[in-house]
């Protein structure tokens, strides 16, 4: 969008606002809905081509794994175990999780 486009765009919002200030026999706290649905309309419209769908649902389970992760990681990084106990170690203890959440 150009600058030009941009400084109507504003000029035409600041219109709205002031002219449905000006034209408005009421009182402010009747004219603020309508400010504040016009403001919610362009903050939606400005913010529309900017979102993103929304990311899948974690599997139920999924923060026990990520504990047993964090912990089977330490006790590696400790020398504790190595790397290929730590990996079995994991897949066994996550398949026993995801196996009693599906249930």
Do not use: C
């Not at 030009?4 to 000029?11: G, H, I, L, Y």
């Not at 002031?18 to 400005?46: D, F």
């Not at 899948?56 to 400790?78: C, R």
């Amino acid at each position: 969008m150009s600058r030009v486009e941009k400084f109507k765009k504003k000029s035409l919002f600041k219109y709205i606002f002031k002219g449905a200030k000006e034209n408005n026999n009421e009182s402010k706290e009747e004219v603020l809905p309508s400010e504040k649905k016009l403001n919610y309309r362009y903050s939606i419209i400005k913010a529309a081509p900017l979102t993103t769908p929304l990311d899948a649902p974690e599997p139920s389970g999924h923060a026990e794994i990520v504990n047993v992760f964090t912990d089977i990681t330490k006790l590696v990084l400790y020398d504790r175990t190595t790397a290929e106990e730590a990996a079995a170690s994991f897949r066994t203890k996550a398949s026993e999780i995801l196996a009693r959440s599906s249930q």
